[in-house]
Nanobody
Framework: QVKLVESGGGLVQPGGSLRLSCAAS????????IDWYRQPPGKGRELVAS??????INYRDSVKGRFTTSRDGDNTFYLQMNSLKPEDTAVYYC??????????WGQGTQVTVSS
């Protein structure tokens, strides 16, 4: 069993920054990819950033240069979000994939960018 807990969301003004954390626990040995998704109000879930166990990182075009994903070992993952825009408002989720069975999701954390 794997548990993912996101934290760090909140209300921030346009141009501000937030750092989201994803704490992973349980049977996480052998994880392959940590994906960060977001779901804007009234829209579907979209992939924002990915980091593989081997260190390959990818970003959604709209966040390139503003968001940075990183990891601290195998248990904590981060999404640093700078120069936030109102269109970044969403519930943000982390997802862990191991290639064995379905991926695991956290409960999500709300990010609201508004003046």
């Amino acid at each position: 069993q794997v548990k993912l807990v996101e934290s760090g969301g909140g209300l921030v003004q346009p141009g501000g920054s937030l750092r989201l954390s994803c704490a992973a626990s349980g049977s996480i040995f052998g994880w392959n990819v940590i994906d960060w998704y977001r779901q804007p109000p009234g829209k579907g879930r979209e992939l924002v950033a990915s980091i593989t166990r081997g260190g390959t990182i990818n970003y959604r075009d709209s966040v390139k240069g503003r968001f940075t994903t990183s990891r601290d070992g195998d248990n904590t993952f981060y999404l640093q979000m700078n120069s936030l825009k109102p269109e970044d408002t969403a519930v943000y989720y982390c997802q862990l994939s191991s290639g064995k069975g379905p991926p695991y999701w956290g409960q999500g954390t709300q990010v609201t960018v508004s003046s």
